[in-house]
C-alpha cells in the first residue's frame, strides 16, 4: 500500500507546483477569418485556462500528506 500512496503523493506535489507557478494552461488556436474561394486567411488567438493558486496550494498539501502517510505506514 505503500508504493500507491507515494507515487500519487509525489505526483500531486508536483502537479501543485507546476500550477502555482504557471498559474493557468496557455494554447493557441487558429481561426478562419476570410475564406473566399483561394483566399484563405486565418488568425492566431492565444487563449489561457487559469488556474486558481488555491486549486494549486491543495495539490501541494494534498501530496505532502499522502507521503507522510506512505512513510508512517511503512513504518
Known amino acids: 500500500m505503500k508504493a500507491p500512496l507515494l507515487s500519487i503523493g509525489i505526483a500531486l506535489i508536483?502537479?501543485?507546483?507546476?500550477?502555482?507557478?504557471?498559474q493557468g494552461i496557455t494554447y493557441t488556436t487558429s481561426e478562419?477569418?476570410?475564406?473566399?474561394?483561394?483566399?484563405?486567411?486565418?488568425?492566431?488567438?492565444?487563449?489561457?485556462?487559469?488556474?486558481p493558486p488555491i486549486l494549486g496550494g491543495l495539490a501541494l498539501?494534498?501530496?505532502?500528506v499522502l507521503v507522510v502517510?506512505?512513510?508512517k505506514s511503512a513504518s
Not at 14 to 20: D, F, K, T
Not at 32 to 51: N, S
Not at 61 to 64: E, L
Open 61 to 64: 498539501v494534498g501530496g505532502i
Open 32 to 51: 478562419k477569418v476570410v475564406d473566399l474561394g483561394p483566399l484563405k486567411i486565418t488568425a492566431q488567438k492565444e487563449k489561457t485556462i487559469p488556474l
Open 14 to 22: 508536483a502537479l501543485g507546483l507546476i500550477a502555482l507557478v504557471y
Open 69 to 71: 502517510a506512505a512513510r
